[in-house]
């Protein structure tokens, strides 16, 4: 069983669909991108809920980047799906696909939300 990320007309994930894996022919179908492309009328791209961060989780080679989140982002150019920006001044990992903040998050054990306009975090009561 393999996913498949169904895309708008701006590459942000729509909905997420179970469907053949990749190597599975049925009926002449060999591109099951391309079949559930002309099926849904979306554009359609398969899926790996074994990635995030870029890592396989099972020790196998990591695929386009992380799994699809419905609302988040396909990018054509380095074949990755992302998250949308969380804040203007958090800048794309290129390595892990992840958006870093300006400074870490604190690693005390406490919760913390970003403060945008003070560019900090901020402990939550």
């Known amino acids: 069983m393999a996913h498949y990320a169904l895309l708008d007309e701006n590459n942000t994930v729509i909905s ?19 079949h559930y492309s002309q099926v849904t009328g979306f554009n359609v791209k398969r ?7 870029n890592e396989h989780t099972n020790n ?3 695929f386009r980047k992380n799994y699809a ?3 988040g982002v396909y990018d054509e150019e380095k074949d ?6 969380p804040y203007p001044s958090w800048i794309l990992n290129e390595q892990t696909f992840q958006w870093d903040s300006p400074i870490p998050y604190p690693v005390d054990n406490k919760g913390y939300n ?7 975090w901020v402990e939550r009561n």
């Open 60 to 62: 196998g080679v990591p």
């Open 114 to 120: 970003w403060n945008e306009t003070t560019q900090e």
């Open 80 to 85: 990755a799906f992302y998250a949308q920006q």
């Open 16 to 34: 997420i669909i179970t469907g053949r894996n990749e190597n599975e022919i049925v009926d002449g179908i060999t591109d099951w991108e391309q």
């Open 69 to 71: 989140i419905v609302g």
């Open 47 to 53: 899926t790996s809920y074994n990635t995030y961060s």
